[in-house]
């Protein structure tokens, strides 16, 4: 392969990579859209029925004769009788408990949890029934963000990296990094280095041997090249993808120990039975 044919595949890529990025920006725009549209369409309708019904008692208690006290009081005690509360809270959790912004430890700090703690439901920290393995640069991100629309699903903020780098800190600190779930929500967090890390499937089997995990698959030359650009970006001087991804720069022998070729040929370390593909 030709420098010249090298990056005029590089191009072609990246447009087919924006094109892919956009569209999945469309359709995050789309459903938050749709979701605050029904919201709003609910509340209205709520509104005029509210309205309605104030408005028909007061038609139908005014033409009686009746002092006016009494059917003040009335119209008060039916008003009170239908009122209607809407609460309008955020699904997320935010912030972090005061003087301990640099530690790191987040609170259940979101209107709607606290409104449930005011009812004696109170959210706890569990460990994740599911996993967003990898791969890299293949769109681990936007599936999550996809799935945590869901109001049954509460997903870790960043990546914890807890099975390939934090493994021996052990289970309590993994359970405190993820966030505040209710009974029958789902807990997930992503980290797509544990694809790529030998030690980390017998790990998640020891710690929950039904555990889901997800795997977004892409083509591997695709995902090769995405993943060289984006650590060409970050260094200068960095060799070209072609020296890289074949040995001796021979144009002929694949190199698979280098890093994007290599997480093209690691599922062989998984078993496929547990592993939802997308």
């Known amino acids: 392969m030709s420098a010249r044919s090298g990056w005029d595949l590089l191009w072609r890529m990246n447009k087919r990579s924006c094109a892919l990025t956009l569209l999945m920006c469309a359709g995050v725009i789309y459903l938050s859209y749709s979701f605050n549209s029904c919201l709003v369409t609910n509340l209205n309708r709520a509104l005029r029925q509210q309205r309605a019904r104030g408005f028909l008692s007061f038609s139908v208690t005014a033409p009686r004769t009746v002092p006016i006290e009494e059917n003040e009081k009335r119209q008060m005690r039916l008003r009170q009788e239908k009122q209607t509360i809407v609460r309008v809270v955020p699904l997320t959790w935010t912030g972090f408990s005061i003087g301990n912004e640099t530690s790191g430890e987040p609170i259940d700090g979101a209107p709607k949890y606290r409104f449930l703690r005011q009812q004696g439901l109170r959210p706890s920290r569990k460990l994740p029934d599911a996993l967003i393995i990898g791969v890299k640069k293949g769109g681990t991100r936007a599936l999550l963000e996809f ?98 991804a074949f040995l001796n720069g021979s144009g002929g022998l694949v190199d698979t120990s280098w890093g994007p070729v290599k997480i093209g040929v690691m599922l062989v370390i998984w078993n496929v039975g547990y592993i939802v593909f997308l």
Request: cysteine-free; hydrophobic content about 35%; overall charge positive.
């Open 147 to 244: 799935i945590r629309l869901h109001p049954d699903v509460r997903a870790a903020g960043s990546e914890v990296h807890f099975f390939d780098r934090f493994y021996n800190k052990g289970f309590t600190w993994y359970r405190h990094h993820m966030p505040p779930t209710l009974e029958g929500q789902v807990t997930m967090e992503k980290t797509p280095s544990y694809f790529v890390t030998r030690e980390v499937p017998q790990r998640v089997r020891q710690m929950n041997p039904s555990m889901k995990l997800l795997v977004v698959v892409r083509d591997p030359v695709t995902r090769a090249i995405s993943d060289y650009t984006q650590a060409a970006s970050k260094k200068d001087g960095m060799r070209r993808f072609e020296d890289l």
